[in-house]
């Protein structure tokens, strides 16, 4: 518990009014000392008898850059008190997070901006009471924290990029094989890369190696890599990329410094969500049907025996985003659907 800066003026006015009765007589007490004081004991008891509140909020939905969502933290205490709540925003989120409210009354919210791509966390919130005259403060930590992430902003592509890319799923998945399965015997059409050799020696039998399948058949293979200072960009340009290709229809095995997801139509978010944590590293998979590689000043792009780069690839300057309007529309189906 701590004196507000009325409090240090009241506690002045009370020393003063002390010196004044030393100095005048004890009536000087009597006038404004008494009144203070009691005023002061009132607000101290007021506050110390505030229990801990208890906070849960409700996240909000993960999202791309420039979208604005309401963040609510449900405050439940034994008694309502006046407060000015404030709730922690790392990095990437912009808002007004203050509100002055009488807590444990009910919720309070406030809109929260996603500037950059990332995890992004909210809280925990500060909770700071005050007595009804304002005289003293007592501060608690309550809600812990929430994580969201911020996708990679999309940016839209020219008719012809996505024709081309499209065009990729004839070709069929990359030459990549997934993980070792188990051993089995050979038969006729097996590679000859594929035989275990020890095993075949013990045996006497031809052995091969088998393995998982790691992809639709029909996917087209993306590998992602970049330097420091470049992956935001090389995020961007992935995820317009393989948004096109899902939107088309077309599957996708995606790997990047972070790992490897595999992707139908209708997975755009757990690509996004992938995007929205990756690192710089190398790309993991050079022969894959699109590379997408972030160098000094440029983005990078391989597929169809073709190298160009990003900026070509966009869509003209002032075209209509045909992504987030289909996103927005795939986002109101949803809620629809819901509802």
């Known amino acids: 518990m701590r004196p507000t800066l009325r409090g240090w003026a009241a506690l002045v006015v009370v020393a003063l009014g002390v010196g004044n009765a030393i100095a005048f007589g004890p009536r000087a007490l009597d006038a404004v000392v008494v009144p203070v004081v009691v005023a002061l004991a009132v607000g ?56 002055q409210s009488l807590v444990g009354d009910g919720t309070i919210s406030y809109d929260v901006t996603y500037q950059s791509r990332g995890l992004a966390t909210i809280g925990p919130a500060s909770i700071v009471a005050t007595d009804v005259l304002g005289f003293f403060t007592r501060t608690f930590t309550v809600g812990g924290t929430t994580e969201i992430l911020v996708y990679p902003r999309l940016r839209s592509l020219s008719a012809t990029a996505r024709r081309d890319l499209s065009l990729l799923s004839q070709f069929g998945a990359s030459d990549e094989r997934g993980e070792f399965d188990r051993l089995r015997p050979y038969v006729p059409g097996d590679s000859l890369r594929d035989v275990h050799w020890k095993s075949t020696a013990r045996s006497g039998d031809l052995v091969v190696k088998a393995f998982a399948d790691h992809a639709d058949p029909d996917a087209v293979a993306v590998s992602v890599g970049s330097i420091e200072g470049r992956v935001d960009d090389v995020a961007e340009a992935t995820a317009s990329l393989c948004w096109s290709l899902l939107d088309a229809g077309v599957p996708i095995h995606l790997t990047s410094p972070g790992g490897t997801i595999d992707a139908t139509p209708g997975d755009q978010r757990h690509v996004f969500a992938h995007l929205a944590q990756m690192d710089a590293g190398s790309v993991p998979d050079e022969n894959a049907g699109v590379v997408v590689r972030g160098d000094v000043g440029q ?34 189906a949803r809620r629809e659907a819901t509802a």
């Open 44 to 99: 101290a008891v007021q506050v110390w008898r505030i229990s801990p509140p208890r906070a849960v909020r409700s996240p909000p939905e993960d999202g791309f850059p420039g979208e604005t969502h309401t963040v609510t933290l449900d405050i439940e205490s034994n008694r309502p008190f006046p407060a000015t709540t404030t709730d922690t925003l790392s990095d990437g989120l912009d808002g007004d997070s203050k509100t």
């Open 299 to 332: 983005t990078h792009i391989v597929f169809g025996g073709h190298e160009t780069t990003f900026e070509r690839l966009r869509a003209e300057p002032g075209a209509p985003d045909e992504i987030l309007s289909s996103l927005q529309l795939d986002d109101d």
